[in-house]
Nanobody, 116 residues
Framework: QVQLVESGGGLVQSGGSLRLSCAAS????????MSWYRQGVGKERELVAS????????NYADSVKGRFTISRDNAKNTVSLQMNSLKAEDTAVYYC?????????WGQGTQVTVSS
């Protein structure tokens, strides 16, 4: 069955770094646009970054530009999010999403907490 499993979340001090990973299985990973979303307490889920099927195209939320980098490895069916210069406002549950022609899959999320 389809699975998206995030890992790498945790507690980090402001200014620190974390690397999130999402391992995909059960679908043809390379044909899906992959994205990271996040949802803070009392906030709506928001797009953080996305990457094209081949990995050559990326886009980022203004709030994370220059600090976060999304990447993917189609041979390993993984997508990653390198997060640097973390701020307290980055605290949220981070979700991995796969999208292809209206079909979407979501992971269960991983908690990132940034202490100020």
């Amino acid at each position: 069955q389809v699975q998206l499993v995030e890992s790498g979340g945790g507690l980090v001090q402001s200014g620190g770094s974390l690397r999130l990973s999402c391992a995909a299985s059960g679908f043809t990973f390379s044909t899906y646009v992959m994205s990271w979303y996040r949802q803070g307490v009392g906030k709506e889920r928001e797009l953080v970054a996305s990457i094209s099927r081949g990995g050559t195209g990326t886009n980022y939320a203004d709030s994370v530009k220059g600090r976060f980098t999304i990447s993917r490895d189609n041979a390993k069916n993984t997508v990653s999010l390198q997060m640097n210069s973390l701020k307290a406002e980055d605290t949220a549950v981070y979700y991995c999403k796969a999208l292809n022609q209206g079909v979407e899959y979501w992971g269960q999320g991983t908690q990132v907490t940034v202490s100020s």
